[in-house]
């Protein structure tokens, strides 16, 4: 197992995300806790000692789990994250009952690394206004020897993360980032990495398969990839990408079956970050099969000026690109969410008249219908 240095910390350079549990009969709620005990008992003796939990996981069943298979081992011999569940406001006058709770349900005395969790831009202003009292309340934690280190998650814009960092970056000490080789261009992940780098905060990785997605690649970019490294496998080539990007301490990965977990181990035996070639290869390559998925949008905001709902468009169309290239997910759900309800694609009245004036020849209003149907909004 690859060892990264935090501070005076030894932390394995894979860690456990407990997000993506093997679960019974598809109910994410219902955690096959044999399973899951296996897989953290095998991850455990094969040197991971950083185990990542948070409130909402499995219906707050993760980090349940986490309490009963972890408190097996002395404490002092693993480490524990978990996060305040900010992505939802009406969490946000509750810190000090989420917190106590957490502790209970983790069954122990005290959190290694506790984040901010899911900075974006629908929770921004409720997470750094005073009268919530959170960071107030995580630093007295922090003194009291109850959190060890502090940091943020964050799936929101590259100003969103500026500002939470010209905010609380002075008591932030590491920031868990979506970052992966699909995402280092398309959600700007190489910019908020770079932000970071320069902010001197160790980045943490969430993601980097894209929930499974980079587990498996078209046939041309596998041919790629075969011609570079004939002995890597395709997972490989995103975990080696992420060691190859500065910044990068720890690499979160939710593993649901034995397999997965077996093979990304075996992956972390060894430090081999990519060449420059091979880095640029991978990116141009991706960025072709991602920008041929989507809807050609060069954001020249011709049709924002013609619609009469004032719809933000350009917008609009990048999050349906999001959406169908990852193939689902929470992104673009949880960015729409953030919209006042009157700027959200449902409320495209079909006009036309931004079609009209989109030297794309986009169909718009029939994108907006589908994205509506796809997100519920």
Not at 105 to 125: A, R, S
Not at 224 to 245: C, D, I, K, N, Y
């Amino acid at each position: 197992m690859i060892y990264k240095q935090f501070q005076d910390l030894r932390l394995s350079g894979l860690g456990l995300g407990m997000m993506r549990l093997p679960v019974l009969n598809g109910d994410d709620g219902a955690v096959d806790e044999a399973a899951a005990a296996e897989m953290i008992d095998y991850a455990y003796r094969s040197g991971i000692n950083y185990f990542d939990t948070a409130w909402g996981y499995h219906n707050g069943n993760s980090e349940l789990t986490a309490g009963k298979y972890l408190s097996r081992y002395p404490r002092e011999s693993y480490f524990l994250a978990t996060k305040f569940p900010g992505y939802d406001l009406s969490n946000m006058d509750k810190v000090e009952e989420i917190f106590e709770r957490q502790l209970e349900k983790c069954q122990t005395p005290y959190f290694d690394f506790y984040l901010f969790h899911n900075v974006y831009e629908g929770n921004i202003d409720a997470y750094l206004d005073p009268k919530y009292g959170i960071l107030d309340y995580l630093l007295k934690q922090k003194e009291n020897g109850r959190i060890r280190h502090l940091g943020f998650s964050a799936h929101g814009s590259v100003e969103v993360v500026r500002r939470f960092l010209d905010a609380y970056g002075g008591h932030m000490e590491f920031c868990q980032l979506q970052l992966n080789y699909m995402d280092w261009h398309f959600q700007n992940a190489q910019e908020k990495a770079a932000l970071l780098n320069e902010a001197g905060i160790p980045i943490w990785v969430m993601e980097p398969l894209r929930g499974g997605k980079l587990a498996k690649a078209s046939q041309g970019l596998t041919s790629a990839m075969e011609s570079m490294r004939p002995e890597e496998t395709v997972p490989g080539w995103a975990f080696r990408f992420l060691q190859s990007v500065p910044g990068v301490t720890m690499v979160l990965s939710g593993m649901s079956t034995m397999e997965q977990l077996r093979a990304n181990i075996a992956t972390y035996e060894t430090a081999a970050p990519l060449s420059r070639e091979e880095f640029d290869t991978l990116v141009t390559y991706v960025d072709q099969e991602t920008k041929a998925a989507g809807l050609p949008c060069t954001a020249c905001h011709y049709c924002t000026s013609h619609c009469p709902k004032g719809l933000p468009i350009p917008e609009l169309i990048a999050l349906y690109n999001e959406h169908k290239a990852a193939g689902g997910g929470f992104i673009a759900p949880m960015a729409v969410g953030s919209m006042p309800p009157e700027k959200r694609p449902a409320n495209c009245i079909g006009c036309g008249s931004c079609e009209q004036v989109c030297p794309q020849q986009i169909k718009i209003s029939q994108m907006m219908a589908q994205f509506s149907a796809m997100i519920g909004m």
